[in-house]
């Protein structure tokens, strides 16, 4: 015969299990996802290496990442000790050369200068295929949570100079990797 707390404990059980089974498996699913830690202290003073490359720019290129949107300028073949760059927030967009004014659409400007030409230096051919003035070729910030616009300002004189109109003035980073700077904008200033 069953003792009076083995068929409680039974029962307890078998009502766990019946319970755990009669949850549908969208609804087991739809716990709360735990939030990315970001990073924090980037800061939005200039930043800047005083390098400088022959081997031009080929691409550039955006992406959208948890904590921050992120502009890749590729340089095919360049070292990352020979990368050369300033980024900094300006409050207008003034092309090399001419000083002539590029609107940038955004809360804020960031100020992108490439120690690289956008051109090949023995022919003067161009190796990216962008207009001053205009918008990145093959870029499409929908979606994105801190960017909001880009121009091409040009490449003169061995530099290559874009705007990137963002939300508002926020920390950023910039990196620099073999064959390519990156140049991170984090979405908030908390990190969170």
Not at 82 to 90: F, H, T
Request: net charge positive.
């Amino acid at each position: 015969m069953l003792q009076p707390r083995t068929i409680c404990v039974t029962f307890a059980l078998a009502g766990a299990m019946l319970a755990t089974a009669a949850v549908p498996a969208s609804a087991a699913q739809a716990a709360p996802a735990r939030a990315a830690a970001c990073p924090t202290g980037w800061g939005s003073v200039a930043k800047s290496d005083t390098d400088s490359t022959l081997t031009p720019v080929r691409d550039i290129r955006t992406g959208r990442h948890d904590c921050f949107d992120r502009m890749v300028v590729d340089l095919p073949g360049a070292t990352a000790e020979g990368l050369g760059y300033s980024v900094r927030y300006v409050d207008r967009l003034y092309q090399d050369g001419s000083g002539r004014y590029l609107p940038v659409a955004g809360g804020a400007v960031l100020e992108v200068r490439v120690a690289a030409p956008a051109y090949t230096p023995e022919t003067g051919e161009a190796t990216y295929p962008a207009r001053a003035g205009r918008p990145l070729p093959g870029v499409n910030l929908t979606g994105y949570r801190t960017f909001e616009d880009t121009r091409f300002a040009g490449s003169f004189e061995g530099v290559t100079q874009v705007g990137l109109g963002v939300r508002a003035r926020l920390p950023f980073r910039v990196l620099e990797l073999p064959g390519r700077l990156v140049i991170d904008v984090a979405h908030t200033w908390s990190g969170g």
